[in-house]
């Protein structure tokens, strides 16, 4: 697994590669269970879409983008810390389309 600044992780995330920042960033492949603090209706269509999930971003421990091999990537218009807010925004930055809504 790669291990990179929080500014630079949006451009790994964008490239679906497994990575882990100095900080409570991470990306790794696939899908796994925990939903953490994803509200919902993201957190059901996140755990229902797990078979089509190649790729999870995490901030601490809920994820809050992911890659989906039909949809693309979703990347949920949900508010957090000011933490995970900044993660949100070096991943939005990275990736050139993604959806809001499930």
């Given at each position: 697994?790669?291990?990179?600044?929080?500014?630079?992780?949006?451009?790994?995330?964008?490239?679906?590669?497994?990575?882990k920042?100095h900080?409570?960033?991470?990306?790794?492949?696939?899908?796994?269970?925990?939903?953490?603090?994803?509200?919902?209706?993201?957190?059901?269509?996140?755990t229902?879409?797990?078979?089509?999930?190649?790729?999870?971003?995490?901030?601490?421990?809920?994820?809050?983008?992911?890659?989906?091999?039909?949809?693309?990537?979703?990347?949920?218009?949900?508010?957090?810390?000011?933490?995970?807010?900044?993660?949100?925004?070096?991943?939005?930055?990275?990736?050139?389309?993604?959806?809001?809504?499930?």
């Amino acid at each position: 697994m790669a291990t990179t600044t929080t500014r630079d992780s949006g451009r790994v995330i964008a490239q679906r590669t497994p990575v882990k920042t100095h900080g409570s960033l991470a990306g790794v492949t696939g899908a796994p269970a925990n939903t953490g603090d994803l509200p919902e209706p993201y957190a059901s269509a996140y755990t229902n879409r797990r078979a089509y999930i190649t790729y999870t971003a995490y901030s601490y421990v809920t994820p809050i983008a992911w890659h989906d091999s039909e949809r693309g990537w979703i990347v949920p218009s949900v508010r957090y810390s000011v933490t995970t807010s900044k993660h949100q925004g070096h991943i939005r930055r990275a990736l050139e389309s993604y959806t809001e809504t499930v």
